[in-house]
């Protein structure tokens, strides 16, 4: 469903990975997995128009639920530290937050 949803041009089963902060000292990686689209009507017309949409609808009436992807091995928890890098002073860090 994923793979239709991309060719027809949606982002619909978009993966993205998120880290989650534990506690002070920790934080978490985790991954989010998106279906909202699956539920937009006009989402699902433009995955129906799709060549293979065929073998998904066959693949929805044989089964009742769905299997996703189990991303828990990829996922990991991080200490979280402190550092000092006085080469970082000499030139200007780019930053998405404040632009130059």
Do not use: C
Not at 52 to 73: C, H, Q, V, Y
Request: proline share 8%.
């Amino acid at each position: 469903m994923a793979r239709l949803a991309s060719e027809a041009g949606t982002r619909g089963g978009l993966t993205a990975p998120f880290l989650l902060r534990e506690d002070e000292k920790r934080v978490q990686l985790g991954y989010l997995w998106s279906d909202a689209e699956f539920h937009d009507p006009a989402i699902i017309d433009a995955i129906a128009q799709h060549p293979d949409s065929g073998a998904l609808g066959r693949m929805m009436a044989e089964n009742e639920t769905w299997k996703i992807p189990d991303f828990r091995p990829w996922g990991r928890t991080f200490e979280l530290g402190e550092q000092n890098l006085p080469e970082l002073t000499a030139f200007q860090v780019p930053s998405l937050h404040h632009p130059k």
